[in-house]
C-alpha cells in the first residue's frame, strides 16, 4: 500500500457517487449496500468482478473493500484500485499495526475496523467521495 494521490485519474473523472463494495461475505455486502442507500451501490463478491472497474468502463467515485484479515491479495487489490486513482475504503476486522500505519500514510485509503456501524461506514463513504 503505497504513496498514492487520488486525484486527477480515473475516479475523479467519473464525477459519480458510485460505490463498489468488495467483500468475500455476501451477507456483509449485502448489509452495507442497504447501509449506503441513496448512492449508487455496485456489490462485487469475487476480485474479478473489479474488471469493469479497473478498466474504467465503469464509473466509480469508491471502492469499499471489506475482509476480515488484511492478507497480501488484499493489498493487491487495494493497491490495484489506488493505481486508478480511485478512493479505498478498507474495512477490516483483524489488522496488524503496519497495515494501519500504512493505511494511515496512503493518499486515498481510509481504514475502519470492523464491526462498524451504518453512519459511521456512510461517513467514511462519503469522505472519501469528497
Not at 491479495?73 to 486513482?85: F, H, K, P
Not at 475504503?89 to 503496519?98: D, F, I, K, N, W
Amino acid at each position: 500500500m503505497g504513496s498514492k494521490s487520488a486525484s486527477g485519474g480515473v475516479g475523479t473523472l467519473a464525477d459519480t457517487n458510485r460505490v463498489v463494495v468488495v467483500g468475500e461475505n455476501s451477507r456483509n455486502v449485502d448489509l452495507m449496500t442497504d447501509a449506503l442507500a441513496g448512492y449508487e451501490v455496485t456489490a462485487a463478491t469475487a476480485p474479478e468482478e473489479l474488471n469493469p472497474v479497473l478498466s474504467g468502463t465503469l464509473p466509480v467515485g469508491a471502492v469499499v473493500v471489506d475482509t476480515e484479515t488484511v492478507s497480501e491479495d488484499v493489498i493487491a487489490l487495494i493497491d490495484g484500485v489506488l493505481e486508478r486513482e480511485l478512493p479505498v475504503v478498507l474495512l477490516a476486522g483483524e489488522a496488524s499495526t503496519v497495515v494501519r500505519e500504512d493505511a494511515a500514510a496512503t493518499d486515498g485509503l481510509t481504514f475502519r475496523e470492523k464491526p462498524l456501524r451504518s453512519p459511521d461506514l456512510r461517513s467514511a463513504v462519503g469522505d472519501a467521495l469528497n
